[in-house]
């Protein structure tokens, strides 16, 4: 899976040009479906070519602008290890391509902005969250939401013990490179020790210390590849590991459940997937609850902390201020917003210049460190299309 941060989603949401194009697709992930992938993207691409025609654009202009997407379409890897859903933004300055554990529905869009509302899902509150798997010899770190998980590919991670503890001793060091080397000429790329003295002895002897050191080494790199992240965190691994990791974890969205018992390695993505649901449903569902009743308390008391008014939600969005959005799935608003005077206009329906306000409400608030709950209609906290809590009382109207 690719990773699509807040910085990314910052800059998408910012960009505006004359041709902003969007585009997403479900994919699959079957061997014997893989070319279905390349030839849906082939029709998007010929979808998006008749939208920029219709903008005026000339075929040599069109092809420019295409060229990274047009590039894929022979990129037979790409196309094998597809994720739930693929998506890109593209400008005739830049593109931007992403693997992602969401599968969207066939979208194809031209416009003056980006259109992020299928991107919705990843920032929601109450449907992201992460899974670190543990075994001696292997770790796997996933990104997920309610639809599937991907394997975190990017980054550093210690593969097993003897790779988090190669670099204590130069001679351990040389054997696992060489160990390394031998395998990417054939061997099956398992890096182990040889001789007396071996991380596996050695293992066996002082295995809480060992775990302790190798557990620091990959929260190390948890810690970097998450960064500011609040999603939760759930721990998959045979029994004996678990207590240990928690004790040197400094990831703050740890949580308290866990999936205990045999090794992790031997359960498939969709296995962990639905495991990992159960545990970290009901924990959204208790944080969704209690975020509710904060909104409703502030919005009673009408003290500036709280609003519905769909205006003043949305420019307190673009302004910063607020600390929880509570947005329905499935609804559009379409209008404009400046985000230097904080002019909301609505449009009533869509035209060619239109910004789904909810989406951008949803993107900047997540992008300034907000919460953001993506909720069915009858689970709103009041009957509005956007509802928010503040971080400090303002007076809005007058913006």
């Not at 909104?295 to 205006?311: K, P, T, V, W």
Request: glycine share 6%; with cysteine; charged share 25%.
């Amino acid at each position: 899976m690719d990773p699509l941060n807040r910085q990314d989603l910052q800059e998408l949401a910012a960009h505006e040009a004359e041709q902003c194009i969007s585009f997403y697709m479900p994919a699959e992930r079957v061997e014997a479906e893989h070319t279905q992938n390349s030839i849906r993207f082939k029709n998007i691409l010929r979808d998006i070519r008749q939208q920029l025609q219709e903008r005026g654009l000339k075929d040599a202009a069109i092809d420019d602008i295409l060229q990274p997407a047009i590039d894929l379409l022979d990129d037979a890897t790409l196309w094998r290890s597809m994720s739930e859903g693929f998506c890109g933004f593209i400008t005739p300055d830049t593109h931007l391509f992403r693997r992602l554990p969401l599968r969207f529905e066939e979208v194809a869009h031209v416009s003056n902005h980006f259109y992020l509302k299928p991107l919705f899902p990843l920032i929601a509150s109450n449907n992201r969250f992460h899974v670190l798997a543990l075994s001696q010899n292997s770790v796997r770190l996933f990104r997920g939401t309610h639809q599937g998980l991907d394997q975190v590919d990017e980054g550093e991670i210690p593969e097993g013990i003897a790779e988090a503890l190669a670099y204590d001793d130069p001679e351990q060091q040389l054997q696992v490179r060489s160990h390394r080397t031998a395998s990417d000429q054939g061997g099956e790329g398992e890096a182990i020790f040889h001789g007396q003295g071996s991380g596996e002895q050695e293992f066996k002897s002082k295995p809480q210390e060992r775990l302790k050191r190798y557990f620091r080494e990959i929260d190390n790199s948890v810690k970097e590849l998450l960064k500011d992240d609040r999603a939760p965190l759930v721990l998959a691994g045979v029994s004996y590991y678990l207590p240990i990791y928690r004790e040197v974890n400094s990831y703050p969205h740890l949580i308290t459940d866990e999936i205990a018992g045999g090794n992790p390695d031997q359960l498939a993505p969709h296995e962990l997937h639905e495991k990992t649901w159960q545990i970290v449903h009901p924990h959204f569902q208790a944080a969704q609850e209690e975020a509710v009743e904060r909104f409703r308390a502030a919005y009673q008391q009408d003290n500036g902390h709280a609003s519905a008014a769909l205006e003043d939600v949305i420019r307190s969005a673009l302004f910063g201020r607020i600390d929880t959005l509570f947005t329905p799935v499935h609804e559009f608003i379409w209008g404009s917003a400046d985000k230097e005077t904080g002019e909301v206009v609505l449009h009533g329906a869509r035209q060619e210049d239109s910004a789904e306000l909810l989406n951008m409400a949803a993107i900047h608030t997540f992008t300034n460190g907000g919460t953001v709950y993506a909720l069915k209609p009858e689970h709103m906290p009041v009957d509005e299309p956007a509802a928010a809590t503040y971080r400090y009382a303002a007076d809005l109207s007058a913006t």
